[in-house]
Nanobody, 124 residues
Framework: QVQLVESGGGSVQAGGSLKLSCVASNYRFGSNCMGWFRQAPGKEREGVAGSGIGIYYADSVKGRFTVSRDAAKNTLFLEMNSLTPEDTGIYYC????????????????????WGQGTQVTVSS
């Protein structure tokens, strides 16, 4: 059974940084698509970054967030810099059993497995 466990969330002031981790159990990284999503209060869940054959970012986080993976540790990372209050939300890790394209990575139904989420709060 595949399990994804996120960690690294917390509360920071605007301009601060956080690094999220997602440890995957019973999941083969390979080039399968993995992604980070977030959901702010009252808003729909949105794709933040994807990692697979390519690396993909939402326009709102380009230049500030970096997604990476360590296959040896079965871990996906999201390094977040220059955080703003608009980055506040619950951040979810997701894993797919297939590759994903530059369009598909941001679609929730492209993923088979989800973590429980970790809260990120950025205060002004």
């Amino acid at each position: 059974q595949v399990q994804l466990v996120e960690s690294g969330g917390g509360s920071v002031q605007a301009g601060g940084s956080l690094k999220l981790s997602c440890v995957a159990s019973n999941y083969r990284f390979g080039s399968n698509c993995m992604g980070w999503f977030r959901q702010a209060p009252g808003k729909e869940r949105e794709g933040v970054a994807g990692s697979g054959i390519g690396i993909y970012y939402a326009d709102s986080v380009k230049g500030r967030f970096t997604v990476s993976r360590d296959a040896a540790k079965n871990t996906l990372f999201l390094e977040m810099n220059s955080l703003t209050p608009e980055d506040t939300g619950i951040y979810y890790c997701a894993a797919s059993l297939t590759y994903c394209s530059s369009r598909a990575w941001r679609m929730s139904d492209a993923y088979n497995y989800w973590g429980q989420g970790t809260q990120v709060t950025v205060s002004s």
